[in-house]
């Protein structure tokens, strides 16, 4: 591992420990949180790819559907079959979803935010009034990203889930309890609890790549869009690398 990389983690632990003391002294009473950064954070990561997120999931429900449908058509193993599937979904593609979505979204917008600020000298201006620009900046969107990525990774569950369930009802006569028994019988507690917690990682992975992409900035105009590039690249990178680590982990 290399000197830059080796900083890059530095920087990194530096962010997160920053962020870690700001929710601590917010709970004691110590701090306060930007109420409308958080809020306005809140908007960007949930709202701003709530839309898309919504179409995108649609469409993959019904692909899914689809070929379900064309499987089932050749096998009669419909139980073991649709069971799977939805353990897929919920353990595997809708964090990667959520988190690829986040990424493309949030973590390019906090880099490009601090980035900026390192860039005309704002950083400089909120460390002379005594305030942290990790609190500032970092604080509020890593806990917006959080929130909204557990929220919007069990909205996107239900969406391509539902729209699957509704595609192999009305095309293969297949009920929904069939499909919900099957699920059931497929998922137990840690397969809910891995659901969660991934993309719970991404979205603290995305703000700490970006965060660290934002602070390496140069006193150069381009190097803003180049650690915009590079937080969605590293991002993506972190992501299927964690996702990795789970399979071996837990299992497929």
Not at 2 to 14: D, H
Not at 146 to 171: G, K, P, Q, R
Request: proline share 3%; glycine share 8%.
């Amino acid at each position: 591992m290399n000197t830059k990389a080796l900083e890059n983690i530095g920087l990194a632990l530096f962010v997160l420990r920053d962020c870690l003391q700001l929710y601590r002294n917010i709970l004691l009473g110590r701090s306060r949180l930007d109420l409308k950064v958080f809020v306005d954070d809140l908007r960007e990561v949930g709202l701003s790819i709530l839309p898309l997120l919504t179409v995108v999931a649609i469409i993959v429900g019904l692909v899914i559907g689809v070929q379900t449908e064309n499987v089932l058509g050749e096998v009669n193993v419909p139980g073991l079959l649709l069971g799977s599937i939805g353990l897929a979904i919920i353990k595997h593609f809708a964090p990667l979803l959520v988190g690829l979505f986040v990424a493309g979204r949030s973590g390019i917008a906090l880099a490009v935010r601090i980035g900026s600020m390192v860039l005309n000298r704002e950083a400089d201006g909120l460390i002379v009034s005594g305030i942290n620009p990790i609190h500032y900046t970092v604080g509020p969107m890593l806990l917006a990203m959080l929130l909204m990525s557990f929220a919007l990774a069990v909205w996107t569950d239900l969406i391509v889930l539902a729209t699957a369930a509704l595609w192999l009802w009305l095309e293969a006569g297949i009920p929904w309890s069939l499909f919900q028994d099957s699920l059931r019988g497929m998922l137990d507690s840690g397969d809910l609890v891995i659901s969660v917690v991934k993309p719970l990682i991404f979205a603290l992975l995305i703000a700490l790549i970006a965060a660290v992409n934002g602070c390496r900035v140069s006193r150069q105009v381009e190097a803003v869009s180049k650690a915009a590039s590079r937080t969605m690249i590293d991002a993506i990178a972190a992501i299927q690398l964690t996702n990795l680590l789970f399979v071996f982990a837990f299992g497929g």
